[in-house]
């Protein structure tokens, strides 16, 4: 796994837009609980908390979830499964509903260029400050994560 990977770089933006585009309503999930459809309104949240679109304050950052957000972005390992998300990341809890399936994937494309085009982001609610090349490699490894979850 390269921690090179990062939505700035254009193929790798590319090749994960790509994936995003394999995913089905009916595609099998591997863990977790989300359906495909969920897992779009899920990632389409977190990009836009990443975007500075968060409607909710922002949370602090302890220093426990300082030092997983270290880890998280910068050891070339996969993330576990069947971590629990934040309430309002999540579309049984407080997180977007699904609606229409090719409209929120088409949502979540979007969202995902935005980012690879700014070139400056806000601090992250759950995460933080974080580098140009850190904001990069979070967007990629999560969407990433949830792709590998659906076989994408």
């Not at 394999?22 to 977190?46: A, Y």
């Not at 922002?58 to 880890?71: D, S």
């Not at 972005?73 to 998300?85: C, K």
């Amino acid at each position: 796994m390269s921690l090179r990977r990062n939505v700035f770089t254009p193929h790798h933006l590319d090749r994960l837009i790509a994936r995003v585009l394999q995913v089905r309503p009916d595609s099998r999930r591997r863990w977790g609980r989300m359906t495909p459809h969920q897992m779009l309104c899920h990632l389409s949240d977190s990009m836009r908390a990443t975007l500075g679109e968060w409607t909710r304050p922002p949370h602090r950052l302890p220093p426990m979830r300082a030092l997983v957000r270290f880890l998280a972005f910068n050891l070339p390992v996969r993330w576990p499964h069947g971590v629990r998300t934040a309430r309002e990341l999540d579309a049984e809890r407080d997180g977007t509903k699904p609606v229409d399936f090719e409209r929120d994937r088409a949502e979540l494309i979007a969202l995902l260029r935005r980012i690879a085009a700014s070139d400056s982001l806000p601090p992250h609610p759950l995460w933080g400050r974080m580098s140009r090349g850190m904001t990069g490699r979070y967007v990629w490894r999560h969407t990433d994560h949830h792709l590998r979850q659906f076989g994408a």
